[in-house]
């Protein structure tokens, strides 16, 4: 993807598209991921990797729980990136990352990602710009090694949300004592930080040689729609087969 | 490095070099390398990533058991790539090498390590030519990484014995009662493959970004020597300083 701006892209649902009737959709794509991840599993010949990228609230957890609710959780995993430990300081950025990467049969779905280091980092001045171009050469080259080398699906998801809706939610997480346990002090700080985070993202996504996805998020129910049309569709292309016996039984 | 030929290597010492004295002088290397290292940990700002390639019987334990025989074992390994795993083969080749990366301050000793990935396989007819110029275009990405993100100092090391001073060690593997456990059949049908293997080291050794070095191995007492040599120079190029106290204590 060569030079997008975020400012083009929508953040809802076309108009007139019917919410319930969208939602009901939603559940029966769902069913078709789960069917596909068993044979995926079984066929053990191509791994998956989801990446989802998002601004705080843009409803990266919401996505993992609509999307993937069919699936098996032997063959499947999340894992949400946090600030980085001790130990994984002590290591390139890649290294906690290249760590996890899915083995052939499996998904492994991403809870934000490597890109982390190419975002918040360079956000809080924490990178310079050539650290940052350095980097960004290293992620293209290691989602290329993953995907000729390990016969990976490698499916990456920007969840464009609005600064209004994330403010929003945010609020909600105050005031909802169902959803306190997601609220941060922090994010407000980020959130104060909105169009530099945008010109980031459009910097990773506009030099990423694997492309993105842009999902519209200010809208809950044509988000995981949304992807679980392109998550459906990607596995589909994989045109996984259960394994029969060589020789058929005697 | 740049269309080398390996045939132009010599695989034995200098004429006129003493071994006695040889041999002192790199029990002295060895000393103050086991002094930077203590150095090098204690101060945890660089990691060091030494790659040890050759055919069977080139010395790849003995430089290990030698060179870093002054070292604390708190803050060095070294680790023996075998043939991979089940759960290995499940990933990209760099997968299981990428894991056992360094930390900061300390110092990884590869004995064998990810180029067997386009040496075995490729004399074997395993991987394609194309396969294989995507794997050390991959390899290069991954060293570079190590070194801009995570202060890795990569040294790299060829172990250039001779086909015939190869095939008498491999004999005292059979002669030899104490060097028994080592024989191992299959390095037999290898050897027999000695131009093939040649062809590979000189693609690698041609391609890598990072330059290697080329020890002569035919006598152990001249092979230690010049890779103890080689690993005191750079760790005394990256002049490592213990940490004092910030601030006076009081």
Redesign the interface.
């Known amino acids: 993807m060569k030079n997008i701006q975020l400012k083009d892209f929508p953040h809802k649902a076309p108009k007139d598209l019917n919410k319930q009737k969208t939602e009901n959709k939603t559940e029966s794509l769902a069913r078709k991921i789960g069917e596909l991840q068993h044979t995926i599993y079984a066929e053990?010949k191509h791994?998956v990797l989801i990446i989802l990228q998002g601004m705080d609230a843009s409803g990266k957890d919401g996505i993992i729980k609509s999307v993937f609710a069919h699936c098996n959780p032997s063959g499947i995993d999340a894992y949400a990136f946090k600030k980085p430990t001790t130990?994984e300081f002590?290591?390139?950025?890649?290294?906690r990352c290249?760590?996890l990467?899915p083995?052939?049969?499996n998904i492994m779905i991403f809870n934000r990602s490597h890109y982390e280091d190419i975002l918040i980092q360079k956000v809080n001045g924490w990178i310079s710009d050539d650290?940052r171009a350095?980097?960004m050469?290293?992620i293209n080259?290691?989602e290329?090694?993953?995907i000729?080398?390990?016969n990976?699906l490698v499916l990456k998801f920007y969840l464009h949300i609005s600064k209004e809706r994330q403010r929003e939610k945010l609020q909600e997480r105050i005031d909802d004592p169902s959803k306190q346990w997601k609220h941060n002090d922090a994010d407000w700080l980020e959130h104060e930080k909105w169009d530099d985070y945008m010109d980031c993202y459009e910097y990773a996504i506009n030099n990423s040689k694997v492309p993105w996805h842009i999902v519209p998020c200010d809208q809950r129910w044509y988000r995981n729609y949304f992807v679980a049309q392109k998550v459906l569709e990607a596995l589909t292309a994989l045109n996984p087969q259960l394994p029969t016996l060589a020789k058929p039984a005697e």
Chains 1, 2 share one sequence.
Do not use: P
Not at 90 to 95: E, G, M, R, S
């Open positions: 053990a791994s130990e002590a290591h390139d950025f890649l290294w290249h760590k990467a083995r052939k049969g650290k350095k980097r050469e290293a080259a290691f290329d090694l993953l000729f080398d390990n990976t």
